[in-house]
């Protein structure tokens, strides 16, 4: 089995920063492609963005510039630098992770989710 535990969100001002951290343990081989999504109240839940195992990005335009993933593959960890929030980006944020596992098969892994919430 392997777990996600995402960490991170809270209550920012507009303007504002937060990191989210996503850390994947368990029965893991290697981790291959790793992402951030999100979903508002009443929304489908949509890409933010992803992160290949070369370091590879991809934003949702509507978060360019704003927001940074990142990976450390030692730790089997994805983060999400936030900065310049706005009320729009209120949300909960999942992290996903797409892992070989130890019996070499290959499936998606979610986090629980974390809320974001942008407000003055």
């Known amino acids: 089995q392997v777990q996600l535990v995402e960490s991170g969100g809270g209550l920012v001002q507009p303007g504002g920063s937060l990191r989210l951290s996503c850390a994947a343990s368990?029965?893991?081989?290697?981790?291959?492609?790793m992402g951030w999504y999100r979903q508002a109240p009443g929304k489908q839940r949509r890409l933010v963005a992803t992160?290949?195992?070369?370091?590879?990005?991809n934003y949702a335009d509507s978060v360019k510039g704003r927001f940074t993933i990142s990976r450390d593959n030692a730790k089997n960890t994805v983060y999400l630098q936030m900065n310049s929030l706005k009320p729009e980006d209120t949300a909960v944020y999942f992290c996903?992770?797409?892992?070989?596992?130890?019996?070499?098969?290959?499936?998606?892994?979610w986090g629980q989710g974390t809320q974001v919430t942008v407000s003055s």
């Open positions: 992160i290949t195992t070369g370091g590879s990005t």
């Open positions: 368990g029965s893991i081989f290697r981790v291959n492609a």
């Open positions: 996903k992770q797409v892992v070989t596992t130890t019996t070499l098969n290959l499936r998606d892994y």
